[in-house]
């Protein structure tokens, strides 16, 4: 980044050259970098009321992000897991879906790129409605089946109520049907040929595509966590439930 004294004059199109993750924090103030490339920072902040001192201490603060490691989430209980999840969800629908929906339909292409513009701009929002779509049944589903779980190994369910509960949508079930969703973007990975772009790419069609690629590896991470580390943690929560009620039916 330029010296901290040349970047409230520097050009907004200069800035996210180079570093495209600001392109996400002028989003975050309501400002798009697309409609404002030759303005300097200074102006777009005196048009938007914002301190560029608060951009950059918001860029700062995106960069210091650090994400928990596959390791550090495995020692942690059920409980977090699903928080971190929760969480995650809504970062993803919150915040990085509207960043992408408004660059894809705000962004006017070279030629070259007009075709595929168009393309993404009916296939993004089918991707977004599918995407939320998942994450409802993840939260209905998976989350509320955990939470019911963990009720039923505290006692606050009768013998009846919990093997009713127990027999409906076993967790087995509900990782099959997770797997079916793990290449969510395989459609748009296809479109853009694996985010390959041509030599004279334009800086938001360069953004855009940089930011795809990052929204898909988080995605993958995602996943992983849940098929890897959740799921496993579960399975092995639901067969305690089932053997503690188990003993109870043989007890009776």
């Given at each position: 980044m330029a010296n901290s004294r040349n970047i409230p004059e520097s050009s907004i199109?200069?800035?996210v050259s180079e570093n495209y993750v600001f392109?996400?924090?002028l989003h975050h103030f309501g400002i798009d970098?697309?409609?404002?490339?030759?303005?300097t920072l200074a102006e777009?902040?005196?048009k938007f009321r914002v301190q560029p001192s608060h951009l950059m201490e918001e860029l700062e603060r995106w960069a210091a992000r650090k994400e928990p490691s596959s390791e550090?989430?495995?020692l942690h209980p059920i409980e977090v897991l699903v928080e971190y999840l929760r969480k995650k969800h809504y970062y993803f629908v919150c915040q990085q879906l509207p960043f992408l929906s408004k660059m894809i339909s705000g962004i006017s292409p070279e030629d070259n790129y007009k075709d595929l513009m168009n393309d993404l701009n009916l296939m993004f929002p089918l991707?977004?409605?599918?995407f939320v779509h998942h994450i409802h049944e993840e939260e209905n589903n998976l989350f509320k089946r955990i939470s019911l779980l963990h009720q039923i190994e505290k006692g606050q369910y009768s013998l009846g109520d919990a093997l009713k509960?127990?027999?409906n949508k076993p967790m087995d079930h509900l990782a099959d049907e997770h797997e079916a969703h793990d290449d969510e973007m395989e459609g748009i990975r296809k479109l853009t040929d694996n985010y390959l772009l041509q030599e004279d790419a334009a800086i938001p069609i360069?953004?855009?595509?940089?930011?795809?690629?990052?929204f898909e590896k988080e995605l993958i991470i995602h996943a992983r966590i849940e098929n890897d580390l959740l799921f496993p943690k579960v399975i092995e929560l639901e067969k305690e439930v089932k053997r503690k009620i188990n003993i109870q039916i043989q007890s009776n």
């Open positions: 199109a200069d800035l392109a996400a924090v970098f697309y409609l404002y490339g030759e303005k777009v902040c005196k550090e989430l495995y991707f977004v409605d599918d509960i127990l027999e360069r953004v855009l595509y940089h930011h795809l690629e990052i």
